[in-house]
């Protein structure tokens, strides 16, 4: 048995063409089932739905074969044991520095001044902090970032942006990109030398879907 660990939402969703590719077909759709493992059109082959920021973990210890994962999710919790042959280039969107409207950003990196940052990507935001030389005090939220600034809890935020309609919806500007972010393929790799041969046959055609080399 092969089992892929995704998340329900954008990743899913863009996910099932590359499956397709690889003569896979989910047999629920996640929206409506209560399910949690979903059968496949192909009897070796499963799903089950995770949060998106449990998908490292699964594949880590072994919970799933394979998984699909953001860069940010990987950041923050490390790759350990974990094999990455593929950027499958979807859930496509940037981490971003964003301070409400009128906020002088610019002016307080300058001038050295200590800055309240509300994130939930407190590694990436300390890594980013750390390599400009800014002074931070990170505060680690969950949910609703957009808040933190509008509240006064924090200066600025660290999040993810696609489209920039949330952070405009909230009145918040961004004024840093730090990095852009696509979800991975990542692998057990124990699974990968155990189960080498149908791995690799999904590793390969989502690599023809994409038309990437596939990585040694
Ligand atoms: P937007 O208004 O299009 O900039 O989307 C911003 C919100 O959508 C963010 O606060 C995120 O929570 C979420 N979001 C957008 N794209 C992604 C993505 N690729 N991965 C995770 N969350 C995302």
Do not use: W
Request: proline share 4%; hydrophobic share 45%.
């Amino acid at each position: 048995m092969i089992t892929l660990a995704l998340s329900k939402g954008r990743i899913f969703d863009e996910t099932l063409p590359l499956l397709k590719a690889a003569g896979i077909e989910v047999l629920d759709d996640p929206e409506t089932t209560r399910k949690l493992i979903l059968a496949t059109n192909q009897p070796e082959v499963r799903v089950v739905l995770v949060r998106a920021s449990d998908v490292p973990t699964y594949v880590q210890y072994g919970g799933a074969d394979l998984g699909i994962t953001g860069k940010d999710t990987l950041l923050e919790h490390g790759s350990q044991g974990l094999y990455q042959p593929l950027d499958l280039q979807i859930a496509k969107c940037r981490m971003s520095v964003a301070v409400r409207e009128g906020f002088d950003y610019a002016g307080a990196v300058r001038q050295g001044s200590r800055l309240r940052v509300a994130t939930k990507f407190v590694a990436i935001a300390r890594e980013f902090f750390a390599s400009k030389g800014v002074h931070v005090d990170l505060i680690k939220l969950y949910g609703s970032m957009e808040l933190a600034p509008l509240t006064g809890l924090s200066d600025a935020i660290v999040d993810v942006v696609s489209t920039g309609n949330t952070l405009k919806a909230n009145h918040l500007v961004e004024v840093e990109r730090i990095m852009d972010i696509s979800s991975r393929l990542v692998v057990n790799q124990a699974a990968l030398k155990l189960k080498q041969q149908p791995i690799r046959r999904i590793i390969d055609a989502f690599a023809a879907a994409l038309q990437q080399p596939t990585a040694p």
